[in-house]
């Protein structure tokens, strides 16, 4: 049995849609619990969004591993606060969408591109491209003109420009295979690949599945992040001395 | 229940040990055969022997696809023949030990090292690690002036080098993880890393499972490789028309 | 007249030192204020000391902003929230050590080497070596084996492995310039300098000065972080709406 | 007297033309023999048919060493088996299409775009540019959207394509040289080059050429592949027990 | 007191327009002397061009630094000569229109676009992005058809043209800040900045206010050149014997 | 027959063993005459020696192109005034040592080292292998501790020395092939390349068998520099209103 943790990274009242979606696509043995922060931002398209939630995430985390989950998964696909889950983290594995899709985009296709809401989220994101080593797979990416909260306003319109954005990608900037950065609508990704006749990633999922792997790999092998010294835990008594303990 | 074919793309006499080895690391719903060739060399340290086998390896995946294998693993770590097994198959998906040794080992750390036979080998190695994006997270390759056939003669000796060479890699070259590019020494990767403090990667087993992840996507979200273009199969006609059908 | 606040990330008792230590090397027309953190860890040595301490430091910068200071400077070699601190900044200059030694060091000769205290904390460092632009001007990392809290333990020991790993850095690696990634000894980057006879960059003092030529650069030309798209700022409404206000 | 074997690695019908093409533009001191395969597929437009040949190409290969030839090449824009050949030739020169215009391309002007029929051939090609060290001059990949057998249907519209591609190329992409990696009609290079006004290459004449120059390294120098490490040939000892010998 | 000389490395008549533009943007205690060249040619857009004034402007940075000079601009977007006159140099600080405004640039945003007259600059340019280092945050050079001299036959067109093409870098290719690499229209760049809402950077004032910095730090912390070993000036002996000096 | 001219961007007093080295080794049908220049430095140790010379440089390659040159070779490994003089030609062909032998060596095996005289030389030669692009073909420099005119001091020593670095190069740093960017001992090469077993480049025979190759292509194929944006010359009227014309 694996336990999975999914952290929706942000207030969100889709814990239950999430729920459902991811137990579609997990293992069977594969028992995944979906939860979200109680206060804070509703989503986190500004970097600084994204550093305000991290502790929380870090304390969440910590939480799942004193209570004997496998794995968490960050939900968002910044994948904030990844590295520091890693350092904390002394046998529970953390994956973040992200990671997880470009290294399945990359094994799929040369070339992937990313479909982001806004230009503004394109910084950050080229940034974890070029942090996980994906800059030469990376067609380009392609900005729908929709902030996060916009996504929902109008589905189909929401729909119509994706399909015209990943169209884009794959004719004019040689796209093999596409990522979804941008959407949360459930099973979307499953229509998308049937107009485009190329796979589209949907990140959640490549999350949840990369997770049930990485987990698969320390229980066989004892393959787990580096802890003796990039992710090194910090020392308990430091903690304590330093009274750090309330937010780990 | 996933079907696997593990090739040795050389005549081996080592395919009951393989079979017994990936065994103990499959998932339970997995079976795994082995295979190996008839006639053709008994290593891949030259690029020309690597040419010789692709054809033959090709037919093998061919029958593999239509025996309803889900996946085949092409176990030698040069990946010979990757590309266009994956062009030729339809359904089956194909992977190579470099290819998930490399995804796995850039999860774990920032960086890490190839521990390698002879200098020989690490041109086209490198040329992988180029290939697939790794270039960056790629600290050093490490030779141990032993070719295939000399690993099995003295397995102690073999091992002590390798020790060595690792712990270069670690101390010298920054190294997080190490990639064992050229042991056959079954779960010597354990010990190495009971030495070593840090993941060591066994490559064979890192195939076996990165195929099951593949095969996992594939079933349940259609991610497989982009045949519209990339790795878009030969026209049936074409193949008929010359003849080529034995080949494949 | 430019006000500036340099912020130690840390629970810090120097905060008198600095002050002093800064004061020699500010412009005339510079007013300099050091601040630490009134709780949390002495040194950020962990990637999850870093996120502990991000939205303390956003809230010091947004009140900075509030009281008119000009410009921020976050006085530690990681860098850490100087992307969001930006996002929040609407008027007030933000940078930090590692951004500003880069582009001092590449100015100075083709390469520099970075002398650390751990080799744990080199990873980090070379995500932002590579996230700045500066990798092909990067010759080496130099650890000396130590921790932020051993520094200060034996300061001529520390020196003399200083001393040492920058000669390495220079004749094995070819650093023209060394940058010193790892100290608080003040002052010890001159005499540092007479020893080698190449460039040594004090990290903070670097910083003081860079964040003095930014604000210079705001006031003479409105050169200011683009504020349209990367560094957009997160909307009020939303701030109040999720209460986020006391974050900020 | 220089003697050299152009093979087309396919099944062919132009060894006349092909003959007659290559010879207005020999040097007068070399002969050229061409060949092609006796059986196998008409194009290399797929991995798997590159597969297929090269085993016979590099028996080929042997072949012209033992006849006494100076230099091969592999007359197909994707340089299949060129790094194999190399290893089994001792003292023959051998080259190809893409290396040999990547060359000269990228001393005539800084960026190159290499015209292409189906995208499909772009992610060889383009591990190829990577290979070879020539990313940072290519301009571009311009497809016109023809197959193999399409090129010589109507060779009007596929000339006109062509040179739109090619302008396209300069004008949009910046390229300073044209690569033709589509073309098998003799001597277009030429009229190309004198509507665009810039170089224009024509990749057999290329490695025509640039075999020649290898093959005068050769003989001046003894400038010839690293036959120490890189392309060390297998032992004659281990091609006999394994029975490989008809294979070379 | 700051002494700085900008040369114009032309035949100008705008000295005394250049002087009146940079004394409104110096720092008080700097005093900005500007000159040109005597003779040779009156625009650099040819690399030979750049060659031929190459040597009488170390000659007036030799000078220049007896003269008691602080620092020197090179006043050409090329940056001809700047290495050169780093090594002739032993405490005057040089530095040059791209070098200085890329590093702003760079900290302003994450991608920035160069805006030039004709595409016959880009290659240089190109190779000066590589060669500083910032190959990662270029968007891209747009060019606007007009070579040096004719950017001020008309301009309003001139301005229409620079605005579109700045559009078209920001909204196509994501540069986040401009810089302009091709204009002489005094304080145009604040007009531009208005108009787009991104950071727009003359390239001749970041120079000054760079130089500015440069000297600063010299005065500062002697952070200067390295003169042991990539910049070590020519030894005065071998200038005698050689009768070098009349070219110093 | 092809006529080159051999030029010598120093004073020089080899001029005869130069013309006898080179005829050894060029073609039959060409005709080389070796050039030095009447008055400047001995050698190009440092980057203002190198602009010093560059104008006398082509103002020497307009009189070859006047008087019916086919090619020109700039003789010194920096490659000074390389692309100025393609420039100004306007059918001459010009190439140089760096430039000829990291072709080669990058075509003889995957990775080279660059053996030079002192560490000063590394970063000019670094920018020149990036700037052609063969920066993943670079192994390493090593550096023997000799300027140019140390290195006919005691030639034993010398030799001994490039031997050591040699070895050095291919056993710690991987190098398959080595260029002697350091070295005036005509022939030399061949007797490294016995010691080594590997290929050693001697870079002015490289750069004379690379532009009787250029001019091949030239005179066959019309292949030449592209004179329409990159290498476009300067107009004539330009030069004759602005009274360069004997600078040309």
């Known amino acids: ?17 999430w729920t459902r979606y991811l137990s579609q696509y997990k293992c069977p043995e594969t028992e995944v619990v979906v939860t979200s922060l109680p206060e804070g931002p509703r989503h986190l398209e500004y970097y600084s969004y994204g550093a305000l939630v991290v502790p929380r995430l870090l304390n969440i985390i ?6 004997g ?4 998964i960050i939900g968002c696909f910044y994948d904030p606060g990844l590295r520091e889950a890693r350092e904390i983290a002394e046998k529970l594995v953390v994956t973040a969408p992200a990671e997880a ?14 479909i982001v809401g806004r230009t503004k989220w ?10 996980y080593g994906f800059q030469d797979h990376l ?29 884009k990608a ?11 950065g941008c959407t949360h609508q459930f099973g979307f990704y499953q229509e998308l690949q049937g107009i485009l006749g190329v796979p589209v990633i949907d990140v959640g999922l490549a999350a949840l599945n990369y ?36 937010l780990f």
Do not use: C
């Not at 394109?122 to 942090?131: D, F, S, Y």
């Open 1 to 17: 049995m694996t336990k999975l943790l999914y952290i929706e990274p942000v207030v969100s009242e889709m814990v239950g849609e």
């Open 62 to 67: 910590k939480g799942a591993e004193k209570e």
């Open 69 to 72: 989950f496998d794995g968490a």
């Open 101 to 114: 899709s470009m290294h399945i985009a990359s094994t799929l296709g040369q070339r992937f591109s990313i």
């Open 122 to 131: 394109i910084p950050l994101m080229r940034e974890n491209v070029i942090k």
């Open 139 to 167: 067609a380009s990416f392609q900005a729908i003109g929709m902030g996060v909260l916009d996504l929902q306003v109008d589905p189909e319109e929401t729909k119509r420009r994706i399909v015209q954005a990943a169209q």
């Open 170 to 180: 794959i004719e004019q900037d040689g796209a093999e295979v596409i990522i979804l």
């Open 211 to 246: 997770a049930e792997f990485l987990v698969n790999l320390r229980n066989k092998h004892g393959w787990y992040f580096n802890k003796k010294n990039e992710y090194l835990s910090p020392p308990h008594e430091e903690i304590e001395a330093w009274k750090l303990s309330d």
